[in-house]
């Protein structure tokens, strides 16, 4: 139990793109989600908190016009990276927090962006 | 607000000796903490956990950790390492109502032949 998964695992894009990545909980509702940002060979910098039904919270210094979230149910969050630039490669990683354990986060596979 | 030290950004051991993976955090409230792995280019897969139960935790794999309040420490343990056990550890600690995890910058793992 607790599976979250994203998609997609790796992807490439052009300067000036958009880029959407999705997280789901697989076999739970997650109340919560967490957007998590790893630079190579670091540690992973929560981004932002994401509740079902409402705004995201981010962290300070996360550009929320550039990094926009959406958790529009139970089972779904999505983070859109806008008009991407090089910068902006990294790998990105979503956790979920479940109801009945509150306390834990599951996190998902990572997504691998690149911008070229 | 919380902050999580793991001393040691790499640890090398050869295969069947002891494992031990030091953190050291700091909470303002009674904390959760947390020990991840994390194998190349994948996600972070729970280990094990301390929520204020028993202080000496067992997790998957073999793992354990041990929680001691007066030293502020949560350092991970296994008798014997594997060769699959070769990944990155990464301890976190959590408290209060918003569940936020802090992580420490991680230790690589290396298990030799």
């Known amino acids: 139990g607790a599976v979250v998964s994203q998609h997609p695992s790796r992807v490439i894009c052009k300067s000036g793109t958009s880029v959407k990545i999705e997280c789901r909980s697989l076999?739970?509702?997650?109340?919560?989600m967490f957007w998590y940002r790893q630079f190579p060979k670091q540690s992973l910098m929560l981004m932002a908190t994401?509740?079902?039904?409402?705004?995201?919270?981010?962290e300070q210094g996360v550009e929320k016009d550039k990094f926009l979230i959406n958790h529009a149910s139970l089972t779904l969050s999505t983070l859109t990276v806008t008009s991407a630039h090089p910068e902006d490669s990294s790998f990105y990683i979503c956790s979920a927090r479940t109801v009945w354990g509150a306390d834990t986060q599951y996190f998902g596979p990572g997504t691998r962006l690149t911008v070229l | 607000a919380q902050s999580v030290t793991q001393l040691g950004s790499h640890v090398s051991v050869s295969e069947g000796a002891l494992v031990l993976l030091r953190c050291n955090y700091s909470s303002s409230v009674p904390p959760y903490l947390f020990w991840y792995v994390q194998y190349p280019n994948q996600g972070l897969q729970l280990l094990l956990k301390y929520t204020s139960a028993a202080t000496l935790v067992k997790g998957i794999n073999g793992f354990e950790a041990e929680f001691k309040k007066s030293e502020t420490s949560f350092h991970l343990t296994k008798p014997s390492a594997h060769m699959s056990d070769a990944a990155e550890y990464f301890c976190?600690?959590?408290?209060?109502?918003?569940?936020?995890?802090?992580f420490g910058k991680g230790t690589l793992l290396t298990v030799n032949p």
């Open positions: 076999d739970f509702q997650a109340t919560t």
């Open positions: 976190a600690v959590s408290g209060g109502s918003n569940y936020k995890l802090t």
């Open positions: 994401s509740n079902e039904g409402s705004k995201a919270t981010y």
